[in-house]
């Protein structure tokens, strides 16, 4: 029984961070049907910046707020400068275009922060919290895990709901040119969609390293991991990336924690569940309408 | 939030104010080609204020081109479009709104994703007046703006009978509704100018009469240019009417006018078949669309 809580607990930890991961792909297929996969290396890009921040000094806040508002202007930046000529062209484009910037930021963080392990710290305590006289595999860490994860899911869903802009941006997401018929300023709309979705690529960056090593392909488990619950959730709707997120974590960590040997079955697993629904509901478990061309 | 903080008593529930229409609409020599092939050649009309006008032809006449030229999404090779006195160069999309030029699209083109009543206040989009960051951190100036935009769209809604849609999502409604709800959400930017695309595709008859009596109470504020095949609206509607054929126009004119013109009968049938029956036979074929 034990046992049974702290996997399930742990699964949930990791699955709020895939979930996040898997978030911000989801925001940037549904406005612009690109898959970013630069996504990994620009989140650990504002890694690195918070903990060249971190080693000055400053608090671990304090370099949390400056790397989320670095990966906001990198997501922009990259959607200005970098994906605008390839938007709406063949999607072979956008993806090659993507891969290159994945590659060609891992290579740059090598070079400009070297590429061995780097300790990076975490706010809170990683010592689970004792019930009775047994220890629970819920960490003050995780509980800021989770709870931050889901502070910005709210915000976002605050945004898209409630505000002006939040609408632009979805009906930018549905009709492009209807949008712009009607006044949107689409351009602008997926410049923000894309700094949005950076910044939540990039707390999901910084939380995955929190009490763990950094070095430049340190994020590409999580890659992996976030497309496999975005597909899972159908690429195309939020609620889903978040659900996909948290079963992808539940099951990776009951195949861990149960299988004889199972950690080292972790990633063949993600990917054999990915192979799973692709064959079995190619649309993801939460696709609303018919899959669409991707 | 103190009464000073509470929106003028007009400014959200009347969004529609009576106003005499005085933008007036002309494009001079307009001329298009595709790859060679000429789409329009020295085509002129003129939307006078408060007008409707109707522009027919039979397929492929450049109809559809025509009004792609006058909200910006196709660039004439020749002519000038002058909009409230101004010439338009470099027309975009985008500018139209802020022009106070609303158009619906053949079909309905509304966003699936968002329920009836989002799709309308994206409509409303320009009359909103919170900056992006405002909007963006949610501050109470965005709130009191949202809450205007809210209201702005329901009154369009009610304005067209389908405010009883509001929460729910386009695909789910009668197709007939879904027209109703892309008007709304045209009229919601209480435009000077008004582009139909089609208006009465896909209605029934009594709807479509329905849609005729709108159209004339929406002269009294604005300018109406109407590209539609169901002849009798548009011969009950229209205050002037252009015709097109083969990316030329032949005749122009009040409706009396244009009924009467032999090349217009000529250009529908090659043979003075009235015009009637020749609009029947347009309404069922799925016209106008070679251009698209």
Known sequence: MQQFVNVTLSGLTQGMIYSAFALALVLIWRSTRIVNFAQGSMAAATAFIALAIINAGASYWVALVVALIAGFVMGALVERIIIRPVEGGPELNAVIVTLGLFVAIQALIAIIAGSSFQSFPTPFGVRGFTIGDTTIALTPTSLYVIGSVLVVMALLVALFRFTRTGLAMRASAFGQEVARLLGVRVGRMLTLGWGLAAVVGSLSGLLIAGGGFVYPAYMDSLIVFGFVAAVLGGLDSPIGAIVGGLILGLALSYISGYVDRGSALVNVSALVILMVVLLVRPGGLFASSTARRA | ?292
């Open chain 2, 1 to 292: 939030m103190g009464p000073l903080a509470q929106p003028p008593p007009h400014s959200g529930s009347q969004p529609f104010e009576e106003r005499t229409p005085t933008a007036r609409l002309e494009m001079t020599g307009i001329s298009v080609a595709f790859g060679g092939v000429a789409a329009l050649s020295d085509v002129s009309l003129a939307v006078e204020p408060g007008q409707v006008h109707g522009l027919i032809g039979p397929n492929g006449a450049g109809k559809t081109t025509l009004f792609n030229v006058a909200c910006g999404l196709v660039r004439p090779n020749a002519g000038r479009i002058t909009w409230r006195d101004q010439e338009l160069r470099r027309l975009k999309p985008s500018q139209l709104s802020k022009l106070g030029i609303s158009r619906t699209l053949q079909g309905v083109g509304l966003f699936a994703g968002l329920t009836v009543l989002e799709n309308v206040m994206v409509g409303a989009h320009r009359h909103a007046k919170a900056g992006f960051f405002s909007a963006l951190l949610a501050l109470p100036t965005a709130d009191k703006d949202d809450r205007l935009l809210r209201e702005r769209a329901t009154q369009a809604l009610v304005e067209l009978g389908a405010e009883g849609y509001a929460g729910r999502y386009p695909g789910s409604l009668p197709y007939p509704v879904q027209k109703r709800v892309a008007l709304a959400r045209a009229l919601v930017a209480d435009p000077e100018l008004l582009l139909l695309d089609e208006p009465a595709s896909g209605l029934a008859e009594d709807e479509m009469h329905e849609l005729g009596e709108l159209i004339r109470a929406l002269s009294s504020r604005m300018s109406v240019l109407l590209v539609e095949h169901h002849m009798d609206l548009v011969m009950k509607v229209c205050d002037r009417i252009t015709v097109l054929d083969s990316g030329k126009q032949i005749a122009a004119g009040t409706p009396a006018e244009v009924q009467a013109d032999p090349a217009v009968t000529e250009a529908y049938l090659g043979d003075d078949v009235d015009v009637e029956a020749d609009a029947a036979e347009l309404a069922a074929t799925d016209g106008g669309r070679a251009n698209d």
